[in-house]
């Protein structure tokens, strides 16, 4: 899986996704999807328990999710629902060989991947889940950003999309608001790196070279050979990604609320991947 799917504008809308020979196209806001066989690396069906939706899954360019949405009234009018669909793109899967279409490309060294990734570069092939606001909200965010009164202080709360380690983000937010900044200029100032991040923060990045992960200890990066799975963990009413390494050791947690999506479909979504590309 070395490229995007194609992306253009649909000239006319069209309720259901299409399944040929070649692959499954769909559309979703205005934009009509199309990914052959060998693209797609998973489907899941969301909520497991009574699934309304079908996420096939599929590499997009960053930001857009990486996924085609299907619900029951977009299903094709020889598949009778969601299951069959589902059943019929892993049969699909099954035939292409998908695993036999690795990168076209020398993949990075993890320290190469973890440079762009930081820097906010383009990954060839990378996907993004969405992200989410965080622990708290944005009433909270609001609040650490009136706080900070510094552009320090957002670097502390917004510099490091990959953190997931709110405390930490807030003890750096009061030092940069120490520096004695004036309010009202660094709140300006703020507001306009914070609009600007917020529309590319990254919890979780996916690519053929391996992958990189906002844990609270801060952003650290695996090759797909040092990963041993992706789970949900919970401890009370609290959720989180949880990720391990080959060895069954613990990498971290992320809290769900770092993630724009249901986290049962972040999971699905790293485990697909990451069985396509594990040595």
């Known amino acids: 899986m070395s490229d995007w799917i194609r992306e253009e504008r649909a000239e006319a809308r069209t309720k259901s996704v ?7 196209a769909g559309q979703e806001r205005g934009q009509r999807l199309e990914a052959r066989w060998d693209q797609v690396f998973g489907v899941a069906l969301m909520p497991v328990e009574k699934p309304t939706t079908a996420f096939v899954l599929v ?54 991947l973890m440079e762009r990734v930081l820097a906010r570069a383009e990954v060839p092939g990378a996907l993004e889940v969405p992200v989410g606001t965080g622990p708290g909200g944005w009433w909270r965010r609001g609040l650490d950003l009136l706080a900070a009164g510094s552009a320090g202080g957002l670097l502390g709360l917004y510099g490091g999309a990959l953190s997931g380690s709110a405390a930490l983000a807030i003890l750096v937010a009061g030092a940069g608001a120490a520096a004695g900044a004036s309010v009202p200029v660094a709140f300006a100032r703020n507001w306009r790196s914070f609009r600007g991040r917020t529309r590319r923060a ?39 990604l949880e990720v391990t390494r080959t060895d069954g050791t613990l990498a971290g947690n992320i809290d769900e609320a770092w993630f724009g999506a249901p986290l049962p479909l972040i999971v699905a979504v790293a485990e697909a991947y990451a069985a396509r590309h594990s040595p």
């Open 202 to 240: 990254r919890v979780l990045v996916l690519a053929p070279d391996g992958c990189v992960v906002g844990l609270p200890t801060g952003p650290e990066v695996f090759a797909w050979s040092q990963i041993g799975g992706f789970r949900v963990a919970e401890v009370g009413a609290a959720r989180s």
């Open 59 to 112: 590499p997009r360019r960053p930001p857009a999710a990486p996924w085609i949405t299907v619900g029951p009234g977009d299903l094709p009018e020889d598949v009778p629902d969601l299951a069959s669909l589902a059943e019929r793109v892993r049969a699909r899967m099954a035939q292409s060989g998908y695993r036999d279409r690795g990168p076209t490309r020398p993949l990075l060294p993890p320290e190469q």
């Open 18 to 24: 299409t399944l040929t020979p070649e692959g499954i």
